[in-house]
């Protein structure tokens, strides 16, 4: 074993991994992301579908890949290279956590971009920008951020300045205390922006839009969304959890604390859901709109709600804190690997990592302007990279942790890491790991690359 594991130190209890782990998963996969993927496939069959593949694919993969984090309780490179030093997995291994390190790492020079859109989203609320916008200055507005490069370098690089500045502390302290208080204040707040919304809105087109299903709606495509979204969404498949998981201490229950995680990263998601769509429906936004969608509907909620500057401004700071708590854990895998493995300070090792995304980074903002060109397959950079890390890179990486969880790691050895009283409950996640969520993952991914 490593003699430098665990030099990140622990987790002081297990609610601080569950507020870090849900940190990691609330972020703009859940403000942003889905309810314009909700939108785009069709509304309630979608959330039909998502909530099941939360419970068989997210959830197990999810608990597996923590579980792992905690039986060396080093960083994920050196896990897997612990495992095969003693023989218990192949080396050749090494190179899943390499690659859900290096799936993160791409994630996050886009999602840095984004972030950077809820920072100048952050500054005009602040300025009252959106005071008393109509439909159409809301969409000119954000069409505005998206044809200024300079200016979405400048929230990219701040982004990446404090994604640094975080991830270089230990995520261990500083971290959890910042979202132990963020989190309850961005589920209060938008509990009762959901209200408001609702209350202004087309409540009824809304409950019908997203808790209306009919069979014919559960296409192909929506399960692939859907199956995508819930990985991204709890942030699996990239070594985030997996980095995580070895800063928990040995008494916790695996399965109680990924459960809320799940609880947690839904309910988000869903009140996101009820804040956009009765503004969207009452208004002329076409639900379909893709990612400008909450970026448009949001000013026009704000811009025309009393107090809305106020509001407005705590909103999109909450944005930002939860997108920030999401990205650290994008990067944690190599910086705890830098440090742990060669002692560079955690500091530096960020920064080195974070100016190679910052340059990703971009290529992808050029790519919403000046170099809005096609680079492979008809689509720009932005496009190709979204599509390679969520249709290839996640599901992959998600696929093999789960396979080297499910059918190498030694079946006591999980027993022991899961300890749970319940041993029923154990058999069930692993049955269910090994004979629900990777043949679901496996068949869906494959189906999706031939086409079906
Ligand atoms: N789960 C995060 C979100 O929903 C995104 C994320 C992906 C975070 C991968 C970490 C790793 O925004």
Redesign the pocket.
Known sequence: MPESRCLQGIWSSPWIFIFAASG???????IW?FPYVLGQNGGGAFLLVYCLCLLLVGLPVLMAEVALGRTVRSNPIDTVNDLSERRIVHPAWVFVPWLAGVT?FL?LAF?SVIAGWSLAYLQRAISGDFMGISQSGASDMFNALLATPSEMLLWHSMFMLLVVITVGQSVTRGLSAVVRFLLPVLVVSLGLLAIYSVSVGDMPATLQFMFQWAWKDITFDVVLAAVGMAL???????G?MFAYGAYINKRMSIARACSIVVGV?LLVALLAGLVIFPLVFASQIDVQAGPSLTFVSLPLIFGNLFGGQFFASVFFLLLVV??LT??I??LELFVAWLHERFYIARLKAAFLMGIVVWFIGIAVLLSFNQWDISIAFGLNFFELLDKVTSLILLPVGAILLSILVAWFIPHSMLQNEMITKNVNHFQWWYKVLKYISIPAMVVITLAGWIGV
């Open positions: 990691s998963a609330v972020g703009l996969g859940n992301r993160g994630i999602y991204f969404s709890l942030s699996v498949g990239m985030a990263d939860a997108a999401s990205a854990s994008m």
